[in-house]
């Protein structure tokens, strides 16, 4: 007499299984390149309205919107090709991280100069450059980043 066993490397036959599975066992590169690209495309266009708002006063106000276009290209690249996600992401989102950071660093900056500086800061943190929002900018680039480091989807 046979009786069935089941198997347990049989891979799972739906999609939202399969995809548990394979951010279970860190199998996420390609999504997470994918979602980089889409990550930094609509963090930038936040970026850029708001920037437009200030009138791009300082010149770094530019350097997110120039940084943008190789993450997202290599972003793209990821989700194809193997290489494009282990080699050009990497460098490409580690740039978009140390964007974001001096952002924090000129956001902070930038309520410091205000009169009365971080001593007024329940008055000038509302109302000068949003300290945090750089952040937005290095976790997407830190996504980039992780997604180097994970194995490809099956």
Known sequence: MHIPVKRRNRRPEHFIDRAVSNVEHGRFERSLSGLTAFAAAVTTAEIYFEHYRASFGHKMMWSPIVVTPPVMVAGIGGVFSRRWAKRYLPITSL????????????????????????????????????????????????????????????
């Open 95 to 154: 740039i978009y991280t140390a964007n974001g950071l001096l952002g924090e660093y000129y956001h902070a900056r930038g309520v410091a100069r205000k009169p009365g500086g971080f001593g007024m800061a329940s008055y000038n943190v509302p109302m000068g450059p949003p300290i945090m929002a750089p952040g937005l900018m290095t976790i997407v680039g830190m996504m980039g980043l992780l997604a180097a480091l994970l194995r490809r989807e099956d």
